[in-house]
């Protein structure tokens, strides 16, 4: 399975909002489990968002509110939406699929992983 993320790139100013784009080239993501993760210069890898086989979503305290995780399951995508952003959210992100099909905050725990796509934000 290849994940390909999508939507990031140039810089946005704080309080926009930006949507990334997770697809996939096989395995339907509706049988998995696809978390959002993003990792900041000099920091570890964390959680964001995820959502489980049977849709429940989850999110990180520090997105709570601000970002919605979704999932097009006829193309094949799950989307994360972010809104009202903020400087802190600078970081490059990256989706992942979990073939347990249950969303974890370990990064570890996934099968596979998109590329990345950064996502700067100025204030």
């Known amino acids: 399975v290849q994940l390909q993320a999508s939507g990031g790139g140039g810089s946005v100013q704080a309080g926009v909002s930006l949507r990334l784009s997770c697809a996939a080239s096989?395995?339907?993501?509706?049988?998995?489990?696809v978390g959002w993760f993003r990792q900041a210069p000099g920091k570890e890898r964390e959680f964001v968002a995820g959502?489980?086989?049977?849709?429940?979503?989850y999110y990180a305290d520090s997105v709570e509110g601000r970002f919605t995780i979704s999932r097009n399951n006829a193309k094949n995508t799950v989307y994360l939406q972010m809104n009202r952003l903020k400087p802190d959210d600078t970081a490059v992100y990256y989706c992942a699929a979990a073939l347990s099909g249950r969303v974890v905050v370990t990064p570890r725990e996934y099968d596979y992983w998109g590329q990345g796509t950064l996502v700067t934000v100025s204030s």
């Open positions: 959502i489980n086989k049977w849709g429940m979503t």
């Open positions: 096989e395995r339907t993501l509706s049988s998995n489990a």
